[in-house]
């Protein structure tokens, strides 16, 4: 496509359930990142996926979150039991190379209730 | 030490005015060095690379020291549309990007 696409654009779910967020990047791109951003902070790295490599899962925050990228194009997070401190936009990006500038998705903002 | 560090603002300038932001990285490693900016409730997007030869983009100016592990952005005769959050972006040398906490800019008629 044009741009890095996600989905949902908003989701309000309720403190324990499991939530998936999707991100479709940009055609060719081969690295894609997953970054998150609560309000007033800046972004958070959370997983880095490059080619058929081994996923960076450096910055997950804990086992309740994990990421898998199917086919070395679409991404989906997911989020086993929300808690309301993992309320934030959730930002997908993607790159030509590990190096380059990054094309950001417009974000899935999640709140948890 | 901060991986990377900027002076939150905000900026309130005028139109027409000139202004700069500073930022600092901690890790000497980095061969990447970007300005992104954000404007509210948006996503960042790419505002341009920063070279070590310095380099320009019409009304907007990027520096990169590596001696003193500093980036800079200048920006000329300033617009309202040019109000938003400025990110100062490093490679973290392990392939993904560190992004500083951005500078807020505010410009006013």
């Known amino acids: 496509g044009a741009g890095v696409s996600q989905s949902p654009s908003n989701k309000v779910t309720e403190k324990g359930k499991d939530v998936e967020l999707r991100c479709d990047p940009i055609?060719?791109?081969?690295?894609l990142y997953w970054y998150r951003q609560s309000l007033g902070q800046g972004l958070e790295f959370l997983i880095y996926?490059?080619?058929?490599?081994?996923?960076?899962k450096s910055g997950l925050p804990s086992d309740r979150f994990s990421a898998e990228r199917t086919g070395g194009s679409v991404s989906t997070l997911t989020i086993q039991r929300t808690q309301q401190e993992d309320s934030a936009v959730y930002l997908c990006a993607s790159s030509f190379t590990d190096r380059s500038g990054y094309t950001f998705g417009s974000g899935t903002r999640l709140t948890v209730v | 030490r901060k991986e990377v560090e900027q002076d939150p603002g905000p900026f309130n300038v005028p139109e027409g005015a000139t202004v700069a932001f500073n930022c600092t990285y901690s890790?000497?490693?980095?061969?990447?060095f970007f300005w992104y900016r954000q404007d509210c409730r948006k996503e960042p997007k790419l505002l341009m690379s920063?070279?070590?030869s310095g380099n320009e983009d019409g009304r907007f100016t990027a520096q990169l020291n590596r001696a003193s592990q500093y980036i800079s952005l200048l920006i000329r005769d300033s617009k309202l549309s040019d109000s938003a959050t400025y990110l100062c972006?490093?490679?973290?040398?392990?392939?993904?990007?560190?992004f500083g906490k951005g500078t807020m800019l505010l410009v006013s008629p």
């Open positions: 890790n000497s490693a980095s061969q990447s």
């Open positions: 920063v070279y070590s």
């Open positions: 972006v490093v490679d973290s040398g392990y392939s993904t990007l560190t």
């Open positions: 996926f490059q080619g058929n490599s081994a996923p960076d």
């Open positions: 055609s060719g791109h081969t690295a």
